[in-house]
């Protein structure tokens, strides 16, 4: 199945988006760990990242079952609680909106600590400032497809951006789609919807978590080269979990997470080289850095 998404291209979109500065580090792990339960029961799912991922680029995060991957992106996301250690956010990505009555202190970088904010800070910071895709869409399965693509600015009380509405809904193809329900679209349809929905709010930072992991592969390409096009004309950042290797070779660079580490960090990643480094793992059972590391 081809859609519209597989062949447009995210052009006319440039300056549209919020994005921030090049180079600066988006988002930053230091000595972050996450443990499950206490005592013989915990599982150490995060046992001491420290990684920046770099404003205006696309990252995977792969890595086999249960070595870490969602842990590390729902930390990242402000989602979850950490153990110990910090995730750093640039300042200049939470800044673009008015009305943001509830910035957390900046410090001399110019970040902000997810791990000091509250709960209503976070969720302040990830309605406004984050975008989030899912492998299951996520939409309300009562609301139409324009109602779904809006509802992070009704929450928020934000009159649309009708402009940036229309040009998103373009260059997805959902023009025809807008007033279908969810049941009543495809699992590539839905989750172009699901992007637009991400991306109406013109978030800093786009989180997706095996966002082709219900698609086809015709579906899946045109997901893929839609957020590869919105990092390169929109200086977009998105962080994409993925155990897919063809997803991760759309990325700029993938990371590859083993019993909650770091164990390899690759840029322009390719299938072959990202499926050599996942059989490795699989074989390894546990990690060790240096066969791995690049
Ligand atoms: N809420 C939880 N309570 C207890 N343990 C958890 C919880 N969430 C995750 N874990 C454990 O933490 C470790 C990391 O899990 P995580 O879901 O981050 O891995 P993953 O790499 O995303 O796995 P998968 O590819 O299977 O989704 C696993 O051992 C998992 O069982």
Do not use: C
């Not at 013109?202 to 592969?217: H, S």
């Amino acid at each position: 199945m081809q859609n519209k998404a597989d062949t447009s291209s995210s052009q006319g979109l440039i300056d549209r988006a919020g994005p921030g500065v090049v180079g600066q580090p988006a988002v930053s792990a230091r000595q972050l760990t996450k443990d499950y339960g206490q005592g013989s029961n915990a599982v150490h799912a995060l046992r001491g990242i420290d990684v920046n991922f770099e404003q205006g680029r696309f990252t995977a995060i792969m890595g086999p079952s249960g070595s870490g991957k969602s842990t590390l992106m729902h930390v990242l996301a402000g989602l979850d609680t950490v153990t110990s250690g910090h995730v750093y956010m640039a300042a200049d990505l939470l800044h673009s909106k008015s009305g943001d009555r509830h910035h957390p202190s900046i410090d001399q970088a110019g970040r902000v600590d997810l791990t000091r904010m509250d709960d209503r800070q976070l969720t302040l910071i990830r309605r406004r400032h984050l975008g989030f895709i899912f492998q299951s869409f996520n939409l309300l399965p009562m609301f139409t497809a324009k109602q779904n693509i809006l509802m992070p600015l009704v929450l928020d009380g934000v009159r649309p951006d009708s402009s940036w509405m229309e040009q998103l809904v373009e260059t997805l193809g959902l023009s025809e789609r807008l007033d279908h329900l969810p049941g009543e679209l495809s699992g590539g349809q839905q989750q172009r919807v699901a992007i637009a929905r991400a991306l109406i709010t013109k978030p800093g930072l786009v989180f997706a978590d095996e966002p082709t992991g219900n698609l086809d592969l015709a579906s899946s390409t045109g997901v893929l080269k839609f957020l590869r096009d919105s990092v390169r004309e929109l200086n977009q950042t998105v962080i994409m979990v993925t155990h897919d290797a063809y997803a991760a070779s759309y990325a700029d660079r993938a990371l590859v997470l083993a019993d909650g580490r770091i164990v390899a960090d690759r840029q322009n990643p390719t299938v072959k080289a990202m499926n050599d480094l996942l059989a490795e793992q699989v074989s390894a059972g546990t990690a060790d850095d240096s066969q791995v590391q690049d």
